[in-house]
Each structure stands twice: as C-alpha cells, then as structure tokens.
C-alpha cells in the first residue's frame, strides 16, 4: 500500500450484510489459509475474512500477544504461529505447522511488510535492510514454503500483498516503491514458471489504506503526498482478495489494483 498521506477520515456507513455471492465465499469452506502478519491491519482483516468465509485459517505475526487477540476474533478454527519471516527456517515452520495441525495448506497469503519514507539519505541503512529482509525476501521464503507443499499436490492459491508502489516509484517513498517494484517481477515471472502446475498465484496492490501503521511511521511527510484522500479499510483489501481466491479454477488474477475512488494516483 502506497503511504497514509493527508487523510480525511470521512463517515462510514456500518457494513450491511455480505458483498459477494454465498455460493462464491462457499469456495472457502474447509481450505486452510496461512495467513502472514496477521497480527494486524491488512492481514488481520484478510484472516477475519477468509474465517467467517469458513476456512480454518493459521495466523503469523511476530507479537505472541497481538496474534492470541487476533485469534479470538475468528468465528471459525484458527490457531497462531509466532514467526519472524526474515529468520532462515520462519516461513516453512509455519507452513508445517499448519499442515500438523489441519493436513494440508491451500492458500497462503504473503501479507507481512514493514513501512519506511522520507529521502532515502535520511533513512537508517539497517531499516533499508530490514525492509528489504522483510518486504522482499521474506516474501520469496514464504512463497517458497508454500510451493514446497502445493507442488507435489498440484493445486493452491498464493496471494501477495504487494502496492500501488509498485506500479510506479513513489517519490516519498522510494525504498518502499522499490520492495514492491521485486515483488511486482517476482510474482509475474514466478506466474509463468507455475503455468500447468495447478498453483495460482497473484497480486493484491492496494493504495491508501486506513490502518494503525500510520501511527508508528517514522520520517513519514503527508505535506509531501499530492492530495488528500478518504483512503479505504482493511476489510475492503480482505474482500478483494477472497474475490481472487473465488475465481473458477482456469482463472488466475494476475493482479489486482484497488485504489480509494478519490486518491490522485
């Protein structure tokens, strides 16, 4: 997701009923999702979405705490991992531990990232790394966990939690537009290397999104963003995904862009 900028926050009618087909979100029932920072935000709310859709749903995120809470949220079976997705073995002990508790993993989604802004000469080089660690790299660990399981089974859904920034370099943020410019090529050519095997995967690449990361951005600048925007929620990302995950099977969504209706990008 593109960084918070100036935002109005705006009424917001209460959510009235589902937005999608029951028979679509019945697709769901009974898949096991791996769920990465799931703690929170984006991927709490993806978490919460695939369980009411009824998945049984396993939970990463590097705070114990935050993961219980988020855990007790789910109408459906859930469980939390405590994983740190830079550490060498973090993504494939979570995808084990999901296929220990429930038998297999069929959907994985890549959600867990980290935010920087400002120049790129006032930021802390051991930031740049860590994002780097976390955005990239610890994305490409989780995938490959994935497919270690999905490949022998010849099916699975990965989904990655990519950005608007990566579409194009954000001038507030270009470390953070870089990490999402090698997810955006690492999905594609990945796209293409998976044809015939029965896994999907695809990008999600929101804009502005109205989350409790804005709060805790260091170097962040909104007087630099071009605008003001309402933003969206994360429920309105997590109904976008479950979209991808309902397609029929000989349908991929290569990528999706889900933007506010009124942000200037």
């Known amino acids: 997701m593109v960084g918070p900028g100036p935002i109005r926050r705006a009424h917001r009618p209460g959510r009235v009923g589902r937005r999608y087909d029951t028979a679509l979100t019945e697709k769901l029932e009974g898949l096991v ?4 920072g799931a703690s929170a935000g984006i991927g709490r709310a993806i978490a919460l979405e695939l369980s009411r859709s009824g998945a049984r749903v396993v939970l990463t995120a590097r705070s114990p705490a935050r993961l ?6 789910m109408p459906g079976p859930a469980f939390a991992v405590p994983a740190d997705i830079t550490r060498d073995d973090a993504a494939s002990s979570v995808v084990e531990a999901g296929i220990q508790r429930f038998g297999v993993v069929d959907v994985v989604i890549a959600n867990a990232g980290i935010y920087i802004a400002n120049e790129v000469w006032a930021n802390d080089p ?11 790299t610890g994305v490409m660990r989780t995938v490959h966990a994935a497919l ?7 099916s699975g859904d990965i989904v990655v939690m990519s950005s608007v920034s990566g579409y194009q370099s954000i001038h507030w943020e270009p470390v953070y537009s870089a990490s999402k410019h090698a997810l955006r090529a690492f999905v594609d050519g990945l796209r293409r290397q998976l044809k015939g095997t ?3 995967l695809g990008s999600i690449a929101p804009g502005v999104v109205h989350t409790e990361l804005w709060s805790a951005v260091e170097g962040a600048n909104p007087e630099r963003l071009t605008g003001a925007t ?7 990302v997590a109904e ?10 000989h349908v ?14």
């Open 33 to 36: 999702a791996v769920v990465t």
């Open 126 to 136: 051991a930031k740049i790394e860590r994002l780097i660690a976390t955005n990239v």
């Open 240 to 249: 976008a995904v479950t979209f991808m995950l309902t397609r029929p099977r």
């Open 148 to 154: 270690t399981h999905m490949l022998p089974r010849h």
């Open 230 to 236: 309402d933003g969206i929620r994360p429920e309105d």
């Open 68 to 73: 219980d809470a988020a855990v007790a949220e």
């Open 198 to 200: 029965g896994v999907r």
């Open 252 to 265: 991929t969504v290569r990528d999706l862009v889900i933007l506010p209706s009124d942000q200037d990008i």
